[in-house]
């Protein structure tokens, strides 16, 4: 079956960046877009990006456009999100989702989820 | 501010049903039928519970229904039980530009 695996917790000091990895099995990775959403404590979710593995194409959310990265390695079933000059306002559970059905944005499965921290 | 407009608690007893709305624009949910929700328990990883306004994945119990009016998109659990204590959060697609926002999500309490 369809499965995310992410990778573990960060602890990261304000200014710095984190990369969170998500290695998918159970399909063929270049045939669906692979999302990333971010959940602050005790807050909602929050659409960062996405990005099309086949193509290496990316859209992200304007509130994240210039601090957001998000790459695939095609060979490694993989793909990264970086977000740099991090805050302590970035403090969240990040998590990766793959499309129910490839090409329309709702999500299923979902990645375990990153915890990253940012404090001083 | 959450793109979607969800009321931030919602309850019922078990046995009874429970409605909860979602509202956005007519750029988002009032302009396409790709409004989905989904149930996330405490420490959990969200779970798709509705997509394309009304559809169910397989495993989700028929009592969970989804409809649209307008800009305002609604999740319907008939027959509350337990487990369905959850926050709940709408999603819809919102053009090209942002094609995914979130509602601020509804804390369900079956009392």
């Not at chain 2, 046995?15 to 989904?38: A, E, P, R």
């Not at chain 2, 998109?73 to 919102?94: I, N």
Request: hydrophobic share 30%; net charge neutral.
């Amino acid at each position: 079956q369809v499965q995310l695996v992410q990778s573990g917790a960060e602890v990261k000091t304000p200014g710095a960046s984190v990369t969170v990895s998500c290695k998918a099995s159970g399909y063929r990775f270049t045939t669906c877009a692979i999302h990333w959403v971010r959940q602050a404590p005790g807050q909602g979710l929050e659409w960062m990006g996405w990005i099309n593995p086949a193509k290496g194409y990316t859209k992200y959310s304007q509130k994240f456009q210039g601090r957001v990265t998000i790459t695939t390695d095609t060979s490694a079933s993989t793909a990264y999100m970086e977000l740099s000059s991090l805050r302590s306002e970035d403090t969240a559970v990040y998590y990766c989702a793959r499309p129910y059905t490839c090409g329309i944005d709702w999500f299923d499965p979902w990645g375990p989820g990153t915890l990253v921290t940012v404090s001083s | 501010q959450s793109a979607l407009t969800q009321p931030p608690s919602a309850s019922g007893s078990p046995g009874q049903s429970v409605v909860i709305s979602c509202t956005g624009t007519s750029s988002d949910v009032g302009g396409y039928n790709y409004v989905s929700w989904y149930q996330q328990h405490p420490g959990k990883v969200p779970k798709l519970t509705i997509y394309e306004v009304t559809k169910r994945p397989s495993g989700v119990p028929d009592r969970f229904s989804g409809s649209k009016s307008g800009n305002t998109a609604s999740l319907t659990v008939s027959g509350l039980q337990p487990e369905d204590e959850a926050d709940y959060y709408c999603s819809s697609y919102a053009g090209d530009n942002n094609p995914v926002v979130f509602g601020g999500g509804t804390k369900l309490t079956v009392l």
